[in-house]
């Protein structure tokens, strides 16, 4: 994440934004006077207190009471906690530093410091994670009373050391259990009171992320930072990776793209096909063409779907088959 001197800094925008996401790393491992000073310079381009929400992730291992008030005097809103588990063994298969108690002892900082939103992420189908380990996580998250819960497939992408070992055969996935798991969630979190509004995402009402719900529904978006992706209308475009050299190009261009390119209506209805079929609200017909059309009429009679007006939703069973689902009707 990087800080640009004022000497340098313009405004980004011809337009304020709605929302303000900093993650896709972990800035809550920046210290006090760091975090001031980065947020400093954000508002002195953007108007927090207009915005409808600023969020950041933050890791249970890199903060305190303290820090956490300084999240709040920075104007955070909304805080993303990569919580995973709350089993001591399945932390330990993800690698993470922290522990159960910690995890949930940084909930309470949270709460005690007045933090507006609170969400947990969590994660089913780790390697050798039974329903029982599931079931314990599911419910001390919804014990510790969070505002949104986010409820994740661990899925294996490519470079990392899970996909090795999955590509080995060291490690495997029960399409039974994931389905098992992801009901079991659904179920356990309605029951709590929670509503869930995308595929792997439940919120108490008027905690919904603002953010995710426009990146969802194909709003533009502008990335900070290196490796960062920006879409404004039909261009996207990826920053420099390399974070000394994002740095030079910022001070020197005012911007660090390294690659540029126009998105297509095709593809462009594609990513809002997707993305839309995993919300409550589902898809418009308009983004179906005939055949999709036709797909989508089985799918309604084999229950996987629904129609409301001019909307095309999927139904319990058919959210846990969402992107098979989006990959038959595109």
């Known amino acids: 994440m990087a800080i640009v001197e004022a000497k340098h800094r313009v405004p980004l925008l011809s337009v304020a934004p709605r929302t303000l996401f900093l993650g896709g790393g972990t800035p809550s491992m920046l210290s006090p006077s760091l975090l001031k000073r980065l947020f400093c310079g954000m508002q002195e381009v953007m108007n927090f207190e207009s915005m409808d929400e600023v969020s950041m992730e933050a890791n249970p291992a890199t903060f305190d009471e303290a820090k956490a008030q300084v999240f709040r005097e920075c104007g955070v809103k909304r805080v993303s906690l990569g919580v995973q588990s ?60 969070p505002d949104h819960i986010s409820a994740y497939n661990l899925t294996y992408e490519e470079d990392t050391a899970f996909f090795d070992s999955f590509q080995s055969g060291a490690m495997a996935q029960s399409v039974e259990l994931n389905g098992e798991m992801f009901y079991e969630a659904k179920q356990r979190l309605e029951d709590a009171g929670y509503v869930q509004y995308e595929t792997s995402n439940y919120a108490k009402p008027g905690h919904e992320s603002v953010h995710n719900q426009g990146y969802w529904t194909g709003e533009d978006y502008v990335g900070l930072g290196p490796s960062a992706v920006s879409t404004l209308g039909a261009e996207r475009s990826r920053n420099i990776e390399n974070t000394e050299k994002y740095l030079s190009m910022v001070k020197l261009f005012g911007h660090a793209v390294a690659d540029r390119e126009n998105i297509g209506q095709e593809e462009r209805r594609l990513e809002r096909l997707a993305m839309g079929l995993r919300t409550r609200e589902g898809i418009s017909r308009d983004l179906l063409d005939a ?36 990959g038959e009707i595109s």
């Not at 309470?108 to 050798?128: A, E, H, K, T, Y």
């Not at 994670?129 to 079931?135: G, H, K, R, Y």
């Not at 409301?308 to 689902?325: E, F, N, P, W, Y």
């Open 86 to 145: 709350f089993s001591a063994s399945m932390l330990q298969v993800l690698g993470r530093e922290h522990g159960p108690e910690q995890a949930a002892e940084s909930v309470r900082i949270l709460q005690r410091v007045g933090m507006p939103s609170i969400n947990v992420d969590l994660m089913f189908s780790l390697p050798g994670q039974t329903m029982a380990d599931w079931q314990h996580t599911l419910e001390t998250a919804i014990g510790l009373e």
């Open 291 to 326: 055949d999709g059309v036709a797909r989508m009429r089985v799918l309604i009679g084999e229950g996987l779907a629904e129609e409301q007006g001019d909307r095309m939703i999927l139904t319990k069973q058919g959210a846990s088959l969402v992107d098979g689902i989006a």
